[in-house]
């Protein structure tokens, strides 16, 4: 019997931090994976040269420090590469306060540990004539890769609507349009506070106390300008994302960004789903594309690991979902 | 050899030339508009009716099969196959004048 090798994590983590992240850390050693972890007090470490400097090759690297850093100069690109060449995903964390924290822990935690084989990729975008065909082809590129796309994009439902859909639980989730730092310009402009604070809520036994409750989603992927960007506000929409527990993480970038590029990216976020990518840093590392202003500009927020498969349950409640379009 | 070069060659030693593997490609992108085969001169635009999305993932597709990068500044060079292939040539071809090859990357 081939056994899988075991995974490697580096997670860089302020002393405070550690603590509150022990629910992700401990569901990430029950998925089998090996973590190791650095603390640190004043300064930052280089997270990319770590990982390129380990003698033992790892498979992601998260790092979590203060917020006041941003995610531009944080890390230098969503990759950094190991000594065997391989690129392997980083990604950062802002330590805002310890609730927020927690909450991005049992977000991931919860994504980790639900049941998920199926493969779906809800379809965002903004209601102009280019990015509806953006999501048209995407939609047959994942139909002919066998994965199951539900196009949830502006002229079909409303920002309600749309982030209603989204607590669905769906796996992964992609973006085109115009970005800002504070979120999507489309849907008439969505930000991280549009979203409802109850992503994942338990009742002192741990269980879900509502079926009501919001599912998170494995990962969303904003494929526009400027979401990870600190310009003029204290927290991006990025990062805010996993912060809020809406996913176990988040891809957004630092700058503006070329329509290319991130046709680029959508091609190939395609192509490795269809390849079987099954969490978020393994589908970013099989679709980067070749353009050094495409890697440049992205950074990875949030759980480098989060698993992008949905339950069957959470696929036929996305199913159900109303569209107008 | 770099990457992009030998993936070149192989392409071309396969008997696949590179013109074939993009209108194949083009065919998987627009499958209802093209027809079965046409010249390598026809223009994309003008004569294939394709567009900027169509083009855009040509272009995404070729730097995946050949490890190409290109820049946004030399698209409006790739008129049609015959010019995307002669582009592709002329980046994966060694400098003139080189007396050792490239060291393999990637």
Known sequence: ?325 | MTLAAASVREADAAGDDLGTLIKRELRSIQPDKLPADWPGTARFREDLGLDSLDLVEMIARLEQMTGLYVPDADVPALLSVAATVNYVRSKAAPPAGASVPPEITG
Not at chain 1, 60 to 85: E, K, M, Q
Not at chain 1, 135 to 156: E, F, K
Request: charged share 20%; proline share 6%.
């Open chain 1, 1 to 325: 019997m081939v056994r899988r090798p075991r995974r490697r994590l580096l997670l860089c983590a302020s002393r405070p931090s550690v603590s509150t992240l022990a629910e992700l850390v401990q569901a990430w050693r029950d998925a089998g994976v090996e973590v190791e972890i650095d603390t640190f007090d004043a300064a930052m470490p280089d997270l990319a040269a770590l990982v390129a400097e380990a003698d033992s090759p790892f498979d992601a690297a998260l790092l979590v420090g203060p917020s006041r850093r941003a995610p531009a100069t944080v890390l230098p690109a969503p990759f950094a590469t190991g000594l065997d060449g391989r690129r392997v995903p980083i990604a950062w964390l802002p330590a805002r306060d310890p609730v927020s924290l927690r909450r991005f822990a049992a977000t991931a935690a919860r994504v980790h540990s639900r049941a998920g084989a199926r493969s779906a990729l809800a379809l965002l975008g903004q209601w102009l004539p280019r990015y509806l065909h953006v999501t048209q082809r995407l939609c047959r590129l994942a139909d002919d890769a066998g994965v199951r796309a539900l196009r949830w994009t502006g002229d079909g439902m409303t920002r309600e609507s749309m982030i209603s859909a989204l607590g669905c639980g769906v796996g992964l989730g992609l973006y085109v349009g115009h970005g800002r730092s504070m979120g999507w310009v489309g849907y008439h402009g969505v930000r991280a506070h549009h979203f409802p604070d109850d992503t994942v809520d338990r009742d002192d036994d741990g269980a879900r106390a509502s079926a009501s409750l919001r599912e998170p989603m494995g990962a969303i992927l904003s494929l526009c300008c400027r979401t990870a960007s600190r310009r003029r506000v204290a927290l991006s929409y990025a990062e805010a994302v996993p912060l809020m527990g809406v996913a176990a993480a988040s891809f957004g970038a630092v700058g503006d960004t070329l329509y290319s590029d991130n046709t680029r990216w959508a091609v190939g976020v395609c192509d490795a789903l269809a390849a079987g990518a099954s969490t978020v840093g393994e589908l970013l590392s099989r679709a980067a594309p070749a353009s050094p202003s495409a890697l440049a500009s992205y950074r990875l927020i949030g759980d480098p690991l989060a698993p992008l498969g949905c339950s069957e349950q959470a696929l036929r409640r996305a199913l159900r979902v109303k569209t107008y379009a």
